[in-house]
Nanobody, 121 residues
Framework: QVQLVESGGDLVQPGGSLRLSCAAS????????MGWYRQSAGKQRELVAA???????NYADSVKGRFTISRDNAKNTVSLQMNSLKPEDTAVYYC???????????????WGQGTQVTVSS
């Protein structure tokens, strides 16, 4: 079994910073892409940031220059450093990973449980 566990969500004032972390564990042969989605009340879920196992990254336009995604392949973790936070960043953040559980298995998508980020005065 594979599971992803997230941590780091909190209440923070506008302009503040948070760091989200996500650790994958279980029967893992290899992890390919990893990243973060977020969903606010009344809005569609959107991709925030993604990173390949080789370190190539993509960001939503709304977070470019403020957020940084990183990963540690040896520890099966992915993180999201969020700076200069705005009220519109308020959402539940979900990490994901594309994982192969054995040499001959196909890759499957796995998701974290979600962590709440609230940016408010």
């Amino acid at each position: 079994q594979v599971q992803l566990v997230e941590s780091g969500g909190d209440l923070v004032q506008p302009g503040g910073s948070l760091r989200l972390s996500c650790a994958a564990s279980g029967n893992i042969f290899m992890i390919y892409d990893m990243g973060w989605y977020r969903q606010s009340a009344g809005k569609q879920r959107e991709l925030v940031a993604a990173i390949t196992r080789f370190g190539n990254t993509n960001y939503a336009d709304s977070v470019k220059g403020r957020f940084t995604i990183s990963r540690d392949n040896a520890k099966n973790t992915v993180s999201l450093q969020m700076n200069s936070l705005k009220p519109e960043d308020t959402a539940v953040y979900y990490c994901y990973a594309d994982i192969k559980i054995s040499y001959r298995a196909d890759t499957s998508d796995y998701w974290g449980q979600g962590t709440q980020v609230t940016v408010s005065s």
